[in-house]
């Protein structure tokens, strides 16, 4: 059974720092994409980032392009994100998600493209 867990949320000031875990279970670690994304209250789900646990390809959004890092343990089968500087805007659900990928199909970034889903962590970003 395919499972993701995403773990690390919370209340965090504005400028502060956070960092979200997302352990995967189920499948071949070494051969999928694993993503997060966010969602905001009224807001459409959207990539944050991601990476290619294939070839080491990553995907930052513009918007937290300088203040994430994503990061791959395959010893853990987790990825990490490391957010830094966090803004209010930041405030939302955080998923991770995983599909199937080959050494150079870089890193899908739709939210279509992701076949596996963890259940979420909050993040709220106060000012």
């Known amino acids: 059974e395919v499972q993701l867990v995403e773990s690390g949320g919370g209340l965090v000031q504005a400028g502060g720092s956070l960092r979200l875990s997302c352990a995967a279970s189920g499948f071949t670690f070494g051969n999928h994409a694993i993503a997060w994304f966010r969602q905001a209250p009224g807001k459409e789900r959207e990539g944050v980032s991601c990476?290619?646990?294939?070839?080491?390809?990553?995907y930052y959004a513009g918007s937290v392009k300088g203040r994430f890092a994503i990061s791959s343990d395959n010893a853990k089968n987790t990825v990490y994100l490391q957010m830094h500087s966090l803004k209010p805007d930041d405030t939302a659900v955080y998923y991770c998600?995983?599909?199937?990928?080959?050494?150079?199909?870089?890193?899908?970034?739709?939210?279509?493209?992701?076949?596996?889903w963890g259940q979420g962590t909050q993040v709220t970003v106060s000012s």
């Open positions: 998600a995983a599909v199937g990928v080959l050494a150079g199909w870089g890193v899908p970034t739709g939210v279509e493209d992701y076949h596996y």
């Open positions: 990476i290619s646990n294939s070839d080491g390809t990553t």
